[in-house]
């Protein structure tokens, strides 16, 4: 045992960690993901002017694919158990490329629909939080959280780096070169996974960082459709499960599927343009890129149900604040983009981190996804319900109050977390 585990640790300790490559990998194609699926939010109120589409109508295929994105979670941590990280990254992005590329054809509701919030929706499903997840339970057993934050802010990068630049091509050339930009970027990401991407250590004769253990992966058994709606089963057995997706949910409500989707088009009826509408978003990415990351350290180090509290509820303060906002200076709205970009998806971490303490490694990412079904489910209900709202409204703030007392709500679940059902719930998963 000695002769074979010496000569690899001077390895592992004179060259980079290839789990490193993984994590940066990932970290692109999650970037990408999340840049697509931000791409609607700009597109509103041009296919409402071109196509005379209502802007619930619109927010109906933004609700379909936030919806479905999130349904494909817990299916998607079984297909990489079972393919392997590397093909079904590769099988999702090509399908994202070909539903953009024939994307400027379309002509009908219904064929958006189809191109965004089924196709594109299950497909950038394929490569959500889960992804991120799976990739720091098979790669690494210490810096968990800070890789899964890590990991996580990617989709505020993804604001950060296509927004602005996708709102200024719809300005000045129209939403079908937007579409095209987008379309390379996938490409890209594609050709840097089909070559250097990895499905586990083992496939490398590696340890997982802070482990001097190399690990055949094990074999994933049951049934790809089965296998995830028994993991929900032993869920819904636990409150734990109950909580944490209950806390989740009011955070897609809170999120991507209110303010991701409209706070363009909300800062567009006070008369901003949409291209600094988009900046403020990229500025969000970019609070949310340190905040999210700083999250990850926190939950290695501290209870993570008390920082849930406090993001929750520093978040409805934010989003209470926010009508104030729109009504007043630029200024305000600055202040508002900073405050609530720290807390987006600072969640994240300490919930996974959460889901992982009481299900277990072998269970965790199947049921996480789970978790992220109900996050989904949120922000689906507030991408269709903040439209209906503005049509009936003519205003967004009603929906920003709601979304505001929503995050109080969800504090309080966090704390009822309990700490000493871990161990019961993993008794419980073996039975």
Known sequence: MNTTALPQEPKRRSRLYYGWIIVILTFATLLVSAGIRSLPSILLVPFQEE???SRGGISSVISTGIFLYGLVGPFSAALLLRYGIRKVVIGALSVVAASLAVTPLMSSLWQFELLWG??????TGMMANVLGVTVSNLWFVKRKGLIVGLLTASAATGQLLFLPLLASMTANFGWRYAIYTAVAGVLLVLVAIVIWMRNHPYDLSVAPYGSDEI??????????FLAPLQSLRIATKSLTFWLLA???FFCGFSTNG???????AACGDHGMLEVTAASLLALMGLFDLFGTTISGWLSDRFDSRWLLFWYYGLRGLSL???PYALDATPAMLLVFSVFYGLDWIATVPPTAKLAGQSFGKEQSGMIFGWIVVTHQIGASTAAYGAGVLRDWLGSYSQAFVIAGFTCFFASLMAIRIGR????KTRVTAQG
């Open 420 to 423: 000493g059902m871990a161990s």
């Open 246 to 248: 209950g806390t989740f």
């Open 51 to 53: 196509f005379g589409w």
């Open 320 to 322: 209470l604040f926010l």
């Open 215 to 224: 690990v055949k992966p094990a074999v994933f058994k049951g049934n790809l």
């Open 118 to 123: 089924v196709v594109s929706g299950l497909a």
């Open 258 to 264: 209110l303010i991701g989707t409209h706070l363009i």
